[in-house]
């Protein structure tokens, strides 16, 4: 049995090389050898470009306020939601997912002593009022008095014209007597009683003259005092005009009790309660509400395309639902320092409610970029951190380092090129001849 054994392995160890000189070898497991990727030969072409960028993105509300208290106070009830009604009576509060109108009050504080200022101040309103009405009668009677004042001086001028006509009366009788005595006509004693009543009539016409100074000096005081009551309108008037900017401060400060919603939207959130107390310098709001219509769509676009991103350009946005399409409304134009993005935002109407700030989405930016020479993607290939592709010379491929634009999946746009022994660089012209693909080649290889 040993002896037909080892007659067997001799057989098969001698048939051995007989087979391999006739037949061709075969890969392990029998499968056919993988053909040759074929080697093309391309020249650049002028070709513009549309680079998509993806990212993601967030949906978040186009503005959001929180409401504050400005004065300290209690809560003295928070406002009913119209829309529940049907609700039981504990739940028809406003509360968070409340939807309110712009001016809609979410709740109201009850401030006391604020209310009893407010009534004092109206007081001192009527208070002034009626100084205003008082002041403004005494300028009326001031000046009836100056009216009168002047009358009481053409009176005074009338009584010296009078006092002027007796005295000289009586001076033309003195000398008439006088002349007649001269002449030996008439007696002393008739002289004598002339004489005195022009003296008579000489002191009524001082008198008449002093009360016509003393008629104008009372004109003087009536004008003083109709000036001084004047004055005292304006300053009572003046005084009402303070009165009334106290009420319109208090009823200012009375408005803040009332907080009210700053325009369409939603309440997220709510941190106080019915009877709470406020102090006006809390951090965390009383209400927050956020106008959801439309939103605004965040979404962060890296440096490298950053520059390529302009108002207008439409984005087409994977949401939950149907994809939309919005345009781009504004951006930061500066980066984000720590994450090297630009803020890019979006506005998409959003009457029903259907998108909800916080969620996820996926934006495709379509980019088109300027015509410029452009080889295949797959002419391009990688050594270490350069960018290479292979220049067709003598039939040969020769490596060279390129310079690229951008790509878009299926072109790329090159800038220029430079072989290895070179130190400058070449601009590409279009007449250069590249062989593709880059990863099927080594540099030397035989071009067929």
């Given at each position: 049995?040993?002896?037909?054994?080892?007659?067997?392995?001799?057989?098969?160890?001698?048939?051995?090389?007989?087979?391999?000189?006739?037949?061709?070898?075969?890969?392990?497991?029998?499968?056919?050898?993988?053909?040759?990727?074929?080697?093309?030969?391309?020249?650049?072409?002028?070709?513009?470009?549309?680079?998509?960028?993806?990212?993601?993105?967030?949906?978040?509300?186009?503005?959001?306020?929180?409401?504050?208290?400005?004065?300290?106070?209690?809560?003295?009830?928070?406002?009913?939601?119209?829309?529940?009604?049907?609700?039981?009576?504990?739940?028809?509060?406003?509360?968070?997912?409340?939807?309110?109108?712009?001016?809609?009050?979410?709740?109201?504080?009850?401030?006391?002593?604020?209310?009893?200022?407010?009534?004092?101040?109206?007081?001192?309103?009527?208070?002034?009022?009626?100084?205003?009405?008082?002041?403004?009668?005494?300028?009326?009677?001031?000046?009836?008095?100056?009216?009168?004042?002047?009358?009481?001086?053409?009176?005074?001028?009338?009584?010296?014209?009078?006092?002027?006509?007796?005295?000289?009366?009586?001076?033309?009788?003195?000398?008439r007597i006088a002349k007649l005595l001269g002449n030996g006509v008439g007696d002393s004693q008739t002289l004598d009683e002339t004489k005195n009543q022009l003296r008579a009539a000489e002191a009524g016409q001082k008198e008449a003259t002093a009360r016509v100074t003393a008629a104008?000096?009372?004109?003087?005081?009536?004008?003083?005092?109709?000036?001084?009551?004047?004055?005292?309108?304006?300053?009572?008037?003046?005084?009402?005009?303070?009165?009334?900017?106290?009420?319109?401060?208090?009823?200012?400060?009375?408005?803040?009790?009332?907080?009210?919603?700053?325009?369409?939207?939603?309440?997220?959130?709510?941190?106080?309660?019915?009877?709470?107390?406020?102090?006006?310098?809390?951090?965390?709001?009383?209400?927050?509400?956020?106008?959801?219509?439309?939103?605004?769509?965040?979404?962060?676009?890296?440096?490298?395309?950053?520059?390529?991103?302009?108002?207008?350009?439409?984005?087409?946005?994977?949401?939950?639902?149907?994809?939309?399409?919005?345009?781009v409304v504004r951006t930061s134009w500066s980066l984000e320092p720590g994450s090297r993005t630009l803020r890019t935002e979006i506005d998409l109407p959003n009457e029903v409610g259907a998108l909800r700030p916080g969620m996820f989405v996926h934006a495709k930016l379509t980019i088109e970029l300027p015509a410029a020479w452009s080889v295949p993607a797959a002419a391009v290939g990688k050594s270490g951190d350069d960018?290479?592709?292979?220049?067709?010379?003598?039939?040969?491929?020769?490596?060279?380092?390129?310079?690229?634009?951008?790509?878009?999946?299926?072109?790329?746009?090159?800038?220029?090129?430079?072989?290895?022994?070179?130190?400058?660089?070449?601009?590409?012209?279009?007449?250069?001849?590249?062989?593709?693909?880059?990863?099927?080649?080594?540099?030397?290889?035989?071009?067929?």
């Amino acid at each position: 049995m040993r002896r037909d054994l080892s007659f067997v392995l001799t057989a098969a160890l001698g048939l051995t090389p007989a087979v391999g000189c006739n037949q061709k070898s075969t890969p392990p497991g029998g499968a056919a050898p993988a053909p040759a990727t074929p080697i093309t030969v391309i020249k650049p072409e002028r070709r513009a470009i549309k680079r998509v960028i993806e990212q993601p993105g967030t949906a978040t509300a186009f503005e959001e306020t929180v409401l504050h208290a400005k004065l300290p106070g209690f809560v003295g009830r928070i406002a009913d939601d119209p829309e529940k009604a049907n609700r039981p009576p504990h739940d028809r509060q406003t509360d968070i997912g409340s939807r309110v109108k712009a001016g809609q009050i979410l709740a109201v504080l009850t401030m006391p002593e604020l209310d009893e200022e407010w009534k004092q101040k109206v007081a001192l309103v009527k208070q002034a009022e009626a100084e205003v009405v008082q002041s403004e009668k005494a300028a009326e009677a001031m000046k009836a008095g100056v009216t009168a004042a002047e009358s009481l001086v053409t009176v005074a001028e009338a009584g010296v014209d009078r006092s002027q006509a007796l005295y000289e009366r009586w001076q033309k009788e003195v000398d008439r007597i006088a002349k007649l005595l001269g002449n030996g006509v008439g007696d002393s004693q008739t002289l004598d009683e002339t004489k005195n009543q022009l003296r008579a009539a000489e002191a009524g016409q001082k008198e008449a003259t002093a009360r016509v100074t003393a008629a104008r000096a009372a004109v003087k005081k009536a004008v003083a005092d109709e000036a001084k009551v004047v004055a005292d309108v304006v300053g009572a008037r003046a005084k009402l005009e303070v009165a009334r900017a106290e009420v319109n401060r208090l009823d200012a400060l009375r408005s803040y009790t009332a907080i009210k919603a700053p325009f369409d939207g939603v309440v997220t959130r709510r941190s106080v309660n019915t009877g709470d107390l406020v102090s006006g310098t809390e951090k965390t709001g009383l209400f927050a509400v956020a106008r959801t219509d439309p939103v605004r769509v965040v979404v962060n676009v890296p440096e490298a395309d950053a520059g390529q991103v302009a108002v207008g350009q439409d984005v087409r946005l994977a949401l939950q639902g149907p994809e939309q399409v919005g345009k781009v409304v504004r951006t930061s134009w500066s980066l984000e320092p720590g994450s090297r993005t630009l803020r890019t935002e979006i506005d998409l109407p959003n009457e029903v409610g259907a998108l909800r700030p916080g969620m996820f989405v996926h934006a495709k930016l379509t980019i088109e970029l300027p015509a410029a020479w452009s080889v295949p993607a797959a002419a391009v290939g990688k050594s270490g951190d350069d960018a290479v592709m292979y220049a067709v010379e003598g039939g040969k491929a020769a490596r060279v380092t390129v310079q690229l634009i951008k790509g878009d999946g299926q072109f790329t746009q090159v800038r220029r090129y430079k072989k290895s022994a070179a130190t400058d660089w070449t601009d590409v012209t279009g007449s250069e001849q590249f062989a593709s693909p880059a990863a099927a080649l080594t540099d030397g290889q035989a071009i067929p």
